[in-house]
Nanobody
Framework: QVQLVESGGGLVQPGGSLRLSCKAS????????IGWFRQAPGKEREGISC????????YYADSVKGRFTLSRDNAKNTVNLQMNSLKPEDTAGYYC????????????????WGQGTQVRVSS
């Protein structure tokens, strides 16, 4: 199994930026595909981005495309989600998840999850 720990959440004003990190430990060499999801109160979990073993294999949901950037530092077993131009509707719990094969934005495809970090966008 792989263990995932998210960090970097907080309160930010609309238009601001935050960088979330997902640090993996355990069988990191097997779980190469890392996805980011978010869930607002009363809403379903939404897949927003996924990255494979190389930066060329990166995918974004339309809701964040052009504002969020996903990158990975394999030496540190860390995946970073840079979030710019944040909007109040980006307020949610953000979770990273890992799987062994191929990227996906469906939460049902992931079996290993972090505990989440909260992001609140408000003035």
């Amino acid at each position: 199994q792989v263990q995932l720990v998210e960090s970097g959440g907080g309160l930010v004003q609309p238009g601001g930026s935050l960088r979330l990190s997902c640090k993996a430990s355990g069988f990191t060499g097997i779980y190469n595909y890392i996805g980011w999801f978010r869930q607002a109160p009363g809403k379903e979990r939404e897949g927003i981005s996924c990255i494979g073993s190389t930066a060329s294999s990166t995918y974004y949901a339309d809701s964040v495309k052009g504002r969020f950037t996903l990158s990975r530092d394999n030496a540190k077993n860390t995946v970073n989600l840079q979030m710019n131009s944040l909007k109040p509707e980006d307020t949610a719990g953000y979770y990273c998840a890992a799987r062994r094969r191929s990227c996906s934005l469906s939460s049902a495809d992931f079996g290993s999850w972090g505990q989440g970090t909260q992001v609140r966008v408000s003035s």
